[in-house]
Structure formats: C-alpha cells, structure tokens
C-alpha cells in the first residue's frame, strides 16, 4: 500500500481542472515514479467525494458510481509510493465527514489545498453554477453559508478559512498544504509547486492536454441563467455536463468574448472580510503555506467592469439570437454528416441508415 496519501480537496475554481487533467492524462508515466492515481477513471474521485459527503442521490446511482470509493481505495492499498485523491467537491465535507474519509485511507494522510483571492473566485463560482443548471442571480449568489455538505457552489467549499477549519478537524495543520495561487506567474506555475508539493518528478510531463476553465461575459452569462430556467427536464449529470456546460457554455457561449464584470459592491466587500479572515487564520494557524499570503487579499482598488444589473434585455435578446444560428449550423452539419454516413454504408448498411434516420427524426423534433 501506498506510504503517504495526498487528498487535494479544491478549492472549487483554482485551477482543479487544470491540474486533474495533466494528472490523468500522465497517470502511467506518474506511475512509474511512485504516484498512485486510484481509480479506473477520473470520475471515480467524484463520485468518491459524494460517497465520503453522503449524497442522499448517490444511493439510487448505478453499481458503477457506487464502486467508486472502494476503487479508490483498493487501489491505495495495492501499490506502494504516493497516493493522491483529487476533487474540489471533497472540500465540502463536514469535519465528520473528512475524519472518516482520513480514518480510511492508507499511510500518513495529508491535505493539498489550492486557493485564490475570494472576489475572483466569488465571481468564477457563480459563472460555474450556471455551467451545472444554476439560475440564482448574481445579486443573489452566495448570501448564505449552508450547513450542508451537498451544497458546493456557496460559501461553504469557496471560504478557505471555513474549509480549513472543518478539515483541521481531521488532518493536523502541519500536514495541510495551502498553495496560493499566484495572479502574476506563468499558468504552469500552480502545477510545478503542486507536483513539488508532493514531491514526485515529474520531468518530461506533458502539460499540452490541460487548459483552464474560461469565463462567460456579463450578457452571455445573464443569457445562460435564463436558458437554464427552461432546462427543467436537463437534471442529470450527464446533461448538465455535456449539454449545459460542455455545448452551451464552453463551446458557444465562452468564445463570444464578452465584458467582464464584478458582483455587487456588497458582495465585494464580504469578499474582502473574507480573504483578511483566512490570512489571520493562515498566520497563525499552523498550516504550511506555500505562495504569497497577500494574494488571498481583495485588491483595494479594481479596474472597472460592469455589474450583472446592467445587462438589457436587447444584448440577451442578440447573444441568443446568435446562439441560435449558430446551432442550427451544428445541426445541418450533423444531419450531413449523418446523410454521408448512410450513403457510404451503401446496399449492406440498411441497419445504419435507419439509425441515421432515427436520429435526423430526433433532430427535426
């Protein structure tokens, strides 16, 4: 079994993306060198973390997703070197939770925990929420702090200071590594501290495969939280993921461009108590620190952007109408691509024309 176990539990919207994707697409060559990634596939650490935060909707998911935590865990125990669990949904978990999950894990267990400054993570999370179907209003966003660990677009996964002292709880401070991420450093810079961190060679990685998540302009966010009010039957998982998120979001909504924006000037200043309020904890807390304590400080002056209220109801109107006709472009390319499919089956592929049809059916309705 591995001697160590690394459990990096987010923050949600600090580069967790990022790092997950390098991680498994070199899981083999990571391998070699003594890092064990377990699992048979990145999903399996997400819906580990709704097993160990007791997801009352993980019970009633397929045998598959409910093997996760066991997967995660045998393959832990099966090979030696250095464990390494990752997911920002981990950084939900009560302080009950996290020291039953510790209590689990194989070796000298310790916490990784990535975070930035709160306003622009305040403002990354609120856009995240609507990628997964949200359609809270930025003015409402983040005015309570839930008590329940499956709520994780809230202050509860996004306040580093209330994260740490829940997991605190369970992993003493000096085995809890907080990497500030730093605004002014190369993108591949939060990867070599982390890999650092855990003190794995990771020489010759290639980090071509990852990207960071990108943002939505103020238009087209407000666009995406109305379209969202009308998913109502876009619940699962997988839609949300492939259709909301993926389709809409990343694909179509994000290349627009548009302005940025802040939220309002009362959430910017609970953003601000917050940031002072997890330095006076990383201070004096115990915790190891790795980057620039000030980081995790709202500027005391911010450049201009617009406020989400500002947005008419004409650049809602024009983001969907492009929106639009962009999708009825995939669509005939689809159906084309759907059409020379069945013609280069030719007189044998009877059974792929019918499916080809079927699906040019789907698509009309």
């Known amino acids: 079994m591995v001697e160590r176990t690394f459990v990096h539990i987010g923050l949600p919207k600090t580069a967790t993306t ?202 087209e966010a407000e666009a995406l939280r109305r379209i969202n009010t009308h998913l109502t039957d876009f619940t699962k998982a997988f839609d949300k993921g492939v259709y909301i998120r993926t389709y809409l979001a990343d694909e179509r909504l994000v290349p627009r461009k548009g302005d940025r924006f802040w939220p309002e000037p009362d959430q910017v200043e609970d953003c601000r108590r917050r940031g002072e309020a997890a330095v006076a904890l990383l201070r004096d807390g115990g915790f190891h620190v790795d980057g620039r304590l000030e980081d995790l400080l709202v500027p005391a002056e911010l450049p201009d952007r617009r406020s989400t209220l500002s947005v008419t109801d004409e650049e809602v109107a024009d983001v969907l109408a492009a929106l639009t006709a962009t999708m009825l472009g995939d669509v005939r390319r689809q159906r084309r691509q759907l059409a020379r499919a069945g013609q280069a089956a030719g007189p044998r592929g009877s059974g792929l024309r019918r499916v080809a049809g079927a699906l040019r059916r789907r698509l009309r309705r």
């Not at 070796?107 to 400054?117: D, L, N």
Request: no cysteine; glycine share 6%.
């Open 18 to 219: 990022y790092l997950q994707t390098i991680f498994w697409a070199n899981r083999e060559l990571l391998g070699e060198r003594g890092l064990v990634i377990p699992g048979v596939e990145r999903r399996d650490h997400l819906w580990a973390s709704r097993e160990v935060r007791e997801d009352r909707h993980h019970a009633q998911a397929p045998a598959h997703q409910r093997g996760a935590w066991q997967r995660v865990l045998d393959g832990l125990h099966a090979s030696p070197g250095t464990g390494l669990v990752s997911h920002e949904f981990f950084a939900a978990a009560s302080a009950e939770q996290a020291r039953a999950m510790v209590a689990q894990l194989p070796g000298e267990v310790e916490v990784v925990v990535t975070a930035r400054e709160p306003l622009g993570l305040f403002t990354a999370s609120w856009q995240e929420s609507l990628k997964n179907g949200a359609t809270a209003p930025m003015t409402e966003y983040g005015r309570t702090e839930s008590d329940s660990s499956l709520a994780i677009w809230n202050w509860r996964t996004l306040d580093l200071r209330l994260v740490l002292e829940r997991w605190s709880q369970a992993v003493d401070p000096s085995r809890i590594h907080v990497l500030v991420l730093d605004p002014s450093a190369p993108k591949d810079d939060i990867w070599h501290r982390f890999v650092d961190t855990l003190g794995v060679d990771a020489s010759g990685v290639d980090l071509s495969t990852s990207f960071a998540n990108s943002s939505m302009g103020v238009a």
